[in-house]
């Protein structure tokens, strides 16, 4: 059995897959870094207000790849199998509870703030 995949048009789709996620993630890392460099220059007091926020935010980030990876596990046991129909639902289960992690955690965000902030730290400003 190869590693390697002799149909072209496999590695096109898979590079720019890669290219876009890769830019997702560069967008996200670099909203971050600006968010530090910006505020660092202003106040200690506002440059950890802002950390504690990306740490949320990472908290979000990590639950959905969390969650996106488990239906690539389940999606690719299905393909092995060949069976094609359960991969909708496990996408499709899968999406919702993506919905519903990011609605969770922005109405947590938004009613609780301080809540929330005050569990990331022991500073009690």
Do not use: H
Request: hydrophobic letters at 55%.
């Amino acid at each position: 059995m190869s590693l390697l995949v002799r149909d072209r048009s496999f590695y096109k789709s898979f590079f720019s897959l890669t290219l876009i996620i890769g830019l997702q993630n560069a967008i996200t890392i670099a909203v971050n870094l600006s968010d530090n460099l910006i505020l660092g220059g202003y106040s200690e007091i506002a440059l950890s207000a802002s950390s504690l926020a990306n740490q949320i935010q990472f908290i979000a980030t990590f639950l959905m790849i969390g969650c996106s990876q488990s239906v690539i596990i389940m999606a690719s046991r299905f393909w092995g199998e060949n069976e094609v129909q359960p991969i909708r639902k496990v996408v499709g289960a899968g999406m919702a509870i993506s919905i519903c992690i990011g609605v969770l955690m922005w109405l947590v965000a938004l009613c609780s703030s301080s809540w929330l902030l005050s569990a990331m730290t022991n500073d009690v400003r």
